[in-house]
């Protein structure tokens, strides 16, 4: 019988008698395995063994991890990484050739934009990043050369979404491969690759680890394409997760749910009274009535989440003063912490996009990111409204 998804994130697969009956998979530290002869040595290398070699190659907590995060997300096989952008850069490697093109919503989380500007300027392979409203969108920037249709949905910082039924029934149609950073939703919230998608990757830093100590990234997608990132993107390139972190990830999926949860409840009741706020010109919550895309939202996501972004009355300057002036709520980027986060997304997590790119992904510069936290509401209330009230 499939687990319920609550269940499936607390028990795994591992095989408890191997571990001595521990309840928690233990940290295979150990960046070796022995063979017990030179024939199982050999057999492990050619791909005919069972074993572990070698922890680049594989090791056991990274892959009780692995397996967890491949049946959260429906998928069929789930590879781990030392950042969610070595999982990002990996899987892209995998799938472009020089000439490739791809076609990016408009909006991603900076350093992705990083890497496919880097990926244009030394290995020609380009980026057209459109707003995939409608087929026209798509079908416009369509090319000869493009291999795939890369998203975050909602996009970090403006929380637009990407309707993924257009997307995948495009991309069938002209034989593209649909990735999606699932990183805001988390597969508590959304499972693109029931809608369909190809991959989804995700930075496992944020809701996944959820307390703000671990960087890690996951890439989940058919057997045969992830065995492709496996063999090379990883391997060589040997980004790999370590195993203390994968003991990290094991523990915060065992309460995604509840943490979830809370972030979505709290994060409904500070949009709602950021939205009234004088100081706040408008606020960007995929569960704002008003979002212009709430309906999609409720389509093909659990809960809006718990991310908030804000523009405030007053510029660069009022929005920095907020920042400068909260007591509680740190500044910081990441999320999906415990702690409520705040961020200027202009001048921090997208500085490197140029100011006019920037601008038409509608990220200004007075906008902030709130991740909202899992104190108790009031809390984060009081705490932005005394930032707000010195504008
Ligand atoms: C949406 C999104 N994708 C990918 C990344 C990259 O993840 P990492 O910092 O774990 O490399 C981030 C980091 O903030 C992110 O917000």
Redesign the pocket.
């Known amino acids: 019988m499939p687990l319920n998804k609550e269940t499936g994130y607390i028990h795994g697969h591992e095989d408890k008698e191997r571990h001595y009956g521990s309840l928690v998979p233990p940290i295979y530290q150990s960046s070796t395995f022995t063979f017990p002869d030179a024939e199982s040595g050999a057999a492990r290398f050619s791909g005919n063994g069972n074993g572990y070699m070698y922890s680049r190659l594989g090791n056991p907590t990274v892959r009780e991890f692995e397996e967890r995060m491949a049946a959260a997300e429906r998928g069929e096989k789930a590879l781990a990484f030392a950042?969610?952008?070595?999982a990002?850069s990996a899987v892209l490697t995998s799938l472009l050739r020089s000439g490739d093109h791809v076609l990016v919503s408009k909006g991603?989380?900076g350093?992705?934009f990083g890497l496919l500007s880097w990926l244009s300027d030394r290995f020609d392979v380009h980026a057209n990043y459109i707003s995939m409203e409608n087929k026209s969108d798509l079908a416009e920037n369509l090319q000869p050369t493009t291999k795939v249709i890369y998203v975050?949905t909602p996009i970090?910082p403006t929380m637009k979404m990407t309707d993924f039924s257009l997307i995948t029934q495009f991309a069938q149609e002209h034989n593209l491969t649909v990735i999606v950073?699932n990183?805001?939703a988390s597969p508590y919230l959304q499972r693109p690759l029931e809608h369909n998608a190809d991959v989804v990757?995700?930075?496992?830093?944020?809701y996944l680890g959820g307390h703000g100590d671990v960087?890690?990234?996951v890439a989940v997608g058919s057997f045969d394409f992830m065995e492709v990132v496996r063999k090379n993107a990883q391997k060589d390139m040997g980004g790999v997760l370590g195993s203390f972190e994968a003991w990290l990830l094991l523990r915060g999926m065992k309460t995604l749910s509840v943490r979830m949860d809370r972030h979505c409840a709290n994060a409904k009741v500070i949009a709602e009274k950021l939205k009234k706020h004088l100081q706040v010109e408008t606020i960007f919550f995929p569960g704002d009535p008003d979002f212009q895309q709430c309906e999609l939202t409720s389509k093909q996501m659990d809960q809006p989440g718990g991310m908030i972004s804000f523009t405030v009355k007053g510029g660069k300057e009022a929005a920095f003063n907020v920042m400068n002036r909260l007591k509680m709520i740190a500044i910081a980027?990441?999320?999906g912490d415990a702690e409520t986060l705040i961020q200027h997304p202009a001048s921090m997590?997208h500085a490197v996009i140029p100011e006019a790119e920037r601008e038409f992904m509608g990220i200004s510069d007075n906008m902030l990111r709130l991740s909202v936290g899992l104190e108790h509401y009031e809390d984060i209330w009081n705490d932005l409204e005394q930032a707000l009230a010195g504008n």
């Not at 950042?83 to 070595?86: I, K, R, V």
């Open positions: 950042s969610g952008m070595a990002v991603v989380y350093c992705t975050e970090n950073d990183t805001f990757v995700h930075s496992a830093t944020k960087i890690a990234g980027v990441s999320l997590t």
